[in-house]
């Protein structure tokens, strides 16, 4: 037993009242107390000071939480390179909403503020050190979630999920998203969205989503597909059973519907220029030829269509393809070849379009 003499300030006295209201008023019983519960608080600190500022300040490093959550079988431990190729190797496909129901409470965030106050406690808790913040721009009054610092795979990861979250419970989609080494800048836009997701998420980080989901639904159709095609280094025609059928009865199909599909209006009400920009969707989906440009000569515009075919009635068909929907969009034209190149003059003056769709 060793017996010290100990001064201490009336206010260490108040700090102590709970013990010693515990041990009726025994001061020393009260001080032996007090050093195991500081013995305690100091597990995973390195200093008295580091455990202050951790209860005092909410300070990033989170020993306590980061434990408590790996005993409770809740989170996992994993390495950051890991971890950076899960994320990197999952990119376009987007999470499911259990994931993002269970990271983000919308009976509790209700708003925008809601959200960043919730990620930057979360991120201090956790140890992220992500640092989240919203502001609007005065020239349209666009909403801008900003996530910065922290690890960059991380970052892109909870950019989905809040980006998810926004459009399924908060009536958001996204209009662009801007990322820089150091931070993420998704740009809001309303949306109804009756907890589907809407489109802009879709393009921003879901654009392999319904890829992923059709060949984990037909494994091994696809699989032996993506094999077909990579060993004939992609050498091979894709098209409709109805279109493949037209050809082999020796006839032209018509493929306006695709055009219309595309464009949302009628084949007559489809200018040249956007006939153009789906003819080169079209091209590289069937593979049926290898490319196609527009250029203006002598102040006329030319369609030229580049392919590999060296049968004329090949060549034959695939101008005639052509001719039917151009002639079924009202545009007269007059055709000529030169070895593998098909050339559409058109008959109408480049200045009949507007100026833009002059310049090439």
């Not at 079988?73 to 993002?100: A, H, K, Y």
């Not at 109805?242 to 018509?254: H, K, N, Q, R």
């Not at 219309?260 to 009400?269: D, M």
């Amino acid at each position: 037993m060793i017996r010290k003499n100990v001064s201490m300030e009336d206010e260490y006295l108040q700090k102590l009242q709970p013990f010693l209201d515990k041990n009726n008023g025994n001061l020393s019983a009260a001080i032996r107390d007090a050093i195991e519960l500081a013995d305690a608080a100091l597990q995973g600190h390195e200093s008295v000071e580091d455990a202050l500022e951790y209860f005092t300040q909410g300070s990033t490093k989170y020993p306590e939480i980061r434990n408590s959550l790996i005993e409770s079988s809740e989170c996992i431990l994993i390495s950051q390179l890991s971890f950076r190729w899960l994320i990197e190797n999952t990119d376009g496909i987007l999470v499911d909403d259990e994931l993002v129901s269970e990271l983000f409470n919308p009976y509790q965030i209700k708003n925008i503020s809601d959200l960043v106050e919730y990620l930057n406690t979360r991120s201090r808790n956790m140890g992220w050190e992500i640092e989240v913040s919203s502001n609007t721009l005065e020239e349209d009054k666009t909403e801008v979630i900003v996530l910065e610092n922290g690890d960059t795979s991380l970052r892109a990861f909870l950019g989905e999920l809040i980006s998810i979250f926004l459009g399924c419970y908060l009536n958001f989609d996204i209009s662009f998203v801007h990322r820089k080494s150091n931070s993420i800048r998704i740009f809001l836009k309303e949306h109804r969205s009756d907890m589907e997701v809407p489109p802009g998420i879709r393009k921003n980080f879901g654009i392999l989503d319904y890829t992923f989901k059709e060949i984990r639904s037909k494994p091994e159709f696809w699989t032996s597909l993506v094999e077909r095609y990579r060993l004939q280094r992609y050498q091979r025609i894709n098209l409709n059973k109805d279109v493949f059928e037209t050809f082999l009865a020796g006839e032209i199909p018509d493929v306006t519907s695709f055009f219309e599909a595309s464009a949302g209006k009628p084949i007559l009400e489809i200018p040249l220029y956007e006939l153009f920009a789906i003819s080169k969707k079209l091209l590289f989906i069937t593979q049926l030829a290898n490319d196609i440009e527009r250029t203006v000569e002598k102040g006329k515009i030319h369609i030229k269509i580049r392919h590999q075919f060296s049968e004329e009635i090949a060549i034959a068909k695939l101008i005639a393809l052509f001719s039917k929907l151009f002639l079924a969009a009202g545009h007269a034209f007059e055709v000529r070849t030169v070895s593998n190149l098909i050339i559409l003059e058109f008959k109408e003056p480049c200045s009949s379009y507007p100026s833009s769709n002059c310049k090439y």
